[in-house]
């Protein structure tokens, strides 16, 4: 009957699984090992595997751990596990719900951990700490008093700048040595794979440690006690985080029988303490399943071990006594033949066997074959010239692929490359912006510089005035630089539309008054001799402060407003009244705060003209640019008081927060820190990645446009961890590098569909990474390649199936078309907040009480028990 149903469930979802996956999806007792090749369906095996659990083993899907690297996968695994679910519910009649199960990124997963009442003694109410993402961990490690602490803990001495250059060169960075920005990456850095590989901060058993890596390990003892014990409510990163939830698993007698099944996809990505928090998961049934690819690890520099996927089998007979069953997922359903032969033959040309252990390797052999044996030409190459001209071949032979019809829009041709802060991007853009093609590569310099992003802030320069970044060096000059230019920019689009003229007019008008109110009520504290940290005393204070010279009628307002007097007298009352200060900052605070200013110059021509592009299709790159920067403005409110105040605008502390402390911070980082939940590349553009962003990806066609890898030494962090924690089972560090190098290589060569270009030149400075040479030499040319052989793509949706919920998504498409566009396809973050209303409150408190009464009836059945 149950395999009746799931076949149903497969031919209504048009999907056929091969013998491998259909193995995998049936295979539901004892620990699975799934090697996964690119394009080999390993999201629909999962899913289809989850599905069968519930539904035909009546699995719970609370009893079931889900765990994925990236948003965009949890995502896609959360929205096809609805979609499946409700098409069997029509056969069984049973509704299954998902709101309690464990589905989602590690990080997402371990936070919920500490308040799973499951693992708690008693069931109680467990306490999370608050997580800092990797733009707040910088954020808060910036902050002077925080580095200033830790660098005292390091005892590098009372030269600042001489600590800051001790620490970057240190971490073999040649420029920017006296850099308090480098220093505080270089550290994070450290910290966090510290962190991962659950180092304990006591470094007394350490022998022959030098005194700088000494002192980093002082600074990151200090980093993690602050961490506890800087609030009321404990911070952590996402490394911590991690840590924490190992901690409680450890702890917990129970935790290993709370999941059934613990199913973790991209399990090359994994981390020390991630892997110790899986195997703590599965003591108790056994039940761990692990899929990924070594071949597309990527994420060493983030602490990722590659080697607990290369490992797992042994390690797994280990951890829980038994060796798992093994099913490879090898059949590429995604290339053409000839991709996947070239990327294939491409890794068989590094050295993968272990020195140390006869006939075994440091990697996994996958024996990967095409689905599709289409034979014909499907990997090109330009030809080997200098690269102006090898660039503009390669321009014209895509303005071919779309002339011709091969792809319907220039979003389905992706140009791949290493790094895209390099001339070989820019002289790519050149050529292809000569065929009138448009780029999206937010990333290809800094984000703040793309015309969207230095429109609006230009903008808001005018607005607040601009505040130059004191000093020399190269960021600060390309800060500056960057302000002249968007302030330009700006002034341009004022002259161009007087509206907006008048309303930057009308903010500074604002701000200017809101200041001189600030100045009229301080002068009538000063004359009365009322000190600014005093308590209000509203019968005593109020008149006179409203009956100031020069105050404004808003100031006033607030002042004499019934609300806000009732709200002060409650809070006197209770022993919690303002102080003078405070009441004197919010009656003279602006009445909107950074967002909302975003959100009225996007009501302006020069932006209105983005989201028509947007809404009729032929170019979404503007509006994706500004829905990154509503996001960084969200980020902004968050991270610092949304409460823009006239002592802050008057003394320009506002000023230097928002510009040098926030917008020059992203500057020097340089890349945006956001993951579009859909991952939309806008239509009209031809996107722009680094091969990381292009990681579970697929495009019809795909550029590699650099082979340049020089640099192959393994990263200083890997190092210094080498020394703390020598393992044998590492891959050697001399080839460390390399492997990495090649595995980059092949994630990008791997996400072709139907025709993969590599890029090569000639000249001086050009490299081509050493693996690529003997393979080039065959490959056809662009210019001789029939396109009318080559299949043609159309424009598709995202092949996940997708939920929606009728007020969510139904009503607010009906009562706003473009709004639901904005927020709901785009992201754009909301200038609105929520706040926790009284019923959440009572909902905990009678979830507290049921909570314990359940503790309390399985404490009554294990007495009878025993």
Not at 184 to 194: D, E, P, W
Not at 284 to 295: A, T
Not at 808 to 837: E, H, P, V
Request: with cysteine.
């Amino acid at each position: 009957m149950t395999q009746n149903l799931l076949e149903k469930l497969w031919q209504q979802h048009q999907f056929k699984p091969n013998a491998n996956q259909a193995e995998a999806i049936h295979h539901i007792e004892g620990p699975l090992y799934l090697p996964a090749g690119p394009g080999s369906g390993k999201t629909r095996v999962l899913l289809w595997r989850t599905v069968n659990l519930i539904v035909c083993h009546n699995v719970a899907p609370n009893e079931i751990f889900l765990s994925t690297f990236t948003e965009k996968a949890a995502r896609q695994l959360r929205e096809g596990l609805r979609a499946l679910l409700g098409s069997a519910s029509n056969y069984t009649g049973v509704q299954y719900d998902l709101g309690a199960m464990y589905v989602g990124t590690v990080h997402s997963l371990c936070q919920r951990i500490p308040t799973d009442r499951r693992m708690l003694l008693g069931r109680q109410r467990g306490k999370a700490p608050v997580l800092m993402d990797a733009l707040s961990q910088y954020f808060y490690l910036s902050k002077h008093h925080y580095w200033q602490g830790l660098l005292q803990q390091a005892q590098f001495g009372d030269d600042f700048l001489a600590a800051y250059e001790r620490i970057n060169s240190y971490f073999e960075n040649r420029r920017s040595r006296q850099s308090r920005h480098q220093a505080v990456q270089n550290c994070i850095s450290l910290f966090n794979r510290l962190s991962e590989e659950c180092f304990e901060p006591d470094t007394s058993h350490i022998a022959q440690i030098d005194e700088t890596l000494h002192g980093l390990l002082k600074m990151y003892a200090a980093y993690v006690q602050l961490l506890k014990t800087d609030s009321n409510i404990s911070l952590a990163d996402f490394s911590l985080i991690q840590q924490e939830a190992l901690r409680l698993i450890t702890q917990s007698p129970q935790a290993g029988k709370v999941f059934k099944h613990i199913i973790i996809d991209e399990y090359q990505d994994t981390n020390t303490v991630q892997e110790r928090i899986f195997f703590g998961l599965a003591q108790g049934h056994k039940n761990l399943c692990v899929v990924g690819d070594d071949d597309q690890a990527l994420y060493r520099f983030r602490g990722a071990t590659v080697e607990n996927f290369v490992q797992f089998p042994p390690r797994c007979q280990q951890q829980l006594g038994i060796t798992p069953h093994k099913i490879p997922l090898s059949r590429n359903y995604r290339s053409r033949y000839q991709i996947v032969n070239f990327y294939s033959r491409f890794m068989e040309q590094m050295d993968w066997q272990d020195e140390q252990v006869r006939h075994q390797t440091y990697r996994v052999n996958k024996n990967i074959e095409a689905a599709r044996q289409d034979f014909n030409v499907s990997v090109l190459v330009n030809t080997n010239t200098k690269p102006e001209d090898a660039c503009s071949e390669i321009a014209r032979f895509v303005r071919r692929l779309l002339d011709e019809g091969v792809v319907e829009d220039p979003n389905q041709i992706a140009f791949l490359f290493p790094s895209l802060k390099s001339k070989a991007v820019e002289r790519m853009i050149r050529a292809l912006e000569n065929e009138s093609l448009q780029v999206y590569a937010p990333r290809a310099s800094t984000f703040l510089e793309v015309p969207e992003a230095s429109a609006m802030f230009g903008l808001m320069m005018q607005v607040f005035g601009r505040q130059p970044v004191e000093g020399h060096g190269n960021d600060a000059d390309n800060f500056n630089a960057w302000q002249e230019q968007a302030e330009t920019i700006a002034q341009n689009l004022m002259q161009a539309d007087a509206n907006l003229a008048n309303y930057v007019k009308d903010c500074r008008k604002e701000i200017e008054q809101a200041i001189k109110d600030y100045q009229a009520l301080k002068t009538v504290t000063d004359n009365h001799q009322w000190p600014l940290e005093s308590a209000y005393k509203p019968e005593q204070m109020r008149a006179k402060l409203s009956a100031a010279r020069g105050l404004s009628s808003s100031a006033q307002t607030y002042l004499d407003s019934s609300n806000v007097n009732k709200a002060i007298e409650n809070k006197i009352k209770f022993g919690k009244g303002p102080t003078l200060g405070y009441i004197l900052t919010t009656a003279t605070s602006l009445d909107w705060h950074i967002l909302d200013l975003f959100y009225r110059l996007c009501g302006f021509e020069h932006f209105i003209n983005m989201f028509d592009t947007a809404e009729d299709g032929s170019d979404e790159g503007p509006i994706c640019n500004l829905s990154l920067i509503s996001q960084y403005l969200a980020r902004f409110n968050d991270e610092f008081n949304n409460l823009i105040t006239a002592p802050a605008l008057a003394d320009k502390a506002f000023q230097r927060t928002f510009f040098i402390s926030f917008l020059y911070s992203l500057f020097r980082l340089g890349e945006s820190e956001y993951e579009d939940a859909n991952d939309p590349f806008p239509r009209g553009r031809i996107p722009f990645l680094t091969i990381h962003q292009s990681k579970g990806l697929e495009f019809p066609v795909v550029v590699l446009g650099s082979l340049d890898k020089r640099n192959t030494d393994a990263q200083p962090v890997e190092k210094m961890v080498r020394q703390l924690l020598p393992r044998t089972s590492n891959e050697p560090l001399d080839k460390v590098g390399k492997f990495d190098a090649m595995r980059q290589f092949y994630v990008a060569l791997s996400r072709a569909q139907q025709l993969l270009v590599v890029t090569r030149f000639t000249g001086q400075g050009q490299q081509t990474f050493a693996p690529f040479k003997s393979l080039l030499e065959d490959l056809p040319k662009l210019s001789t390649v029939d396109l009318s052989q080559v299949p043609k793509t159309k424009l598709h949706q995202d092949k996940m199936p997708e939920t929606y919920s009728y007020t969510g998504d139904y009503l607010f498409y009906q009562k706003c078309a473009r709004q639901y566009m904005i927020f709901r396809k785009f992201g754009f973050a909301s200038s609105t907040t929520q706040t926790m209303t009284f019923g959440n409150l009572v909902h905990r408190t009678i979830e507290d009480l049921h909570q314990y009464l359940i503790a309390q009836r399985q404490n009554a059945q294990d007495t009878a028990l025993a």
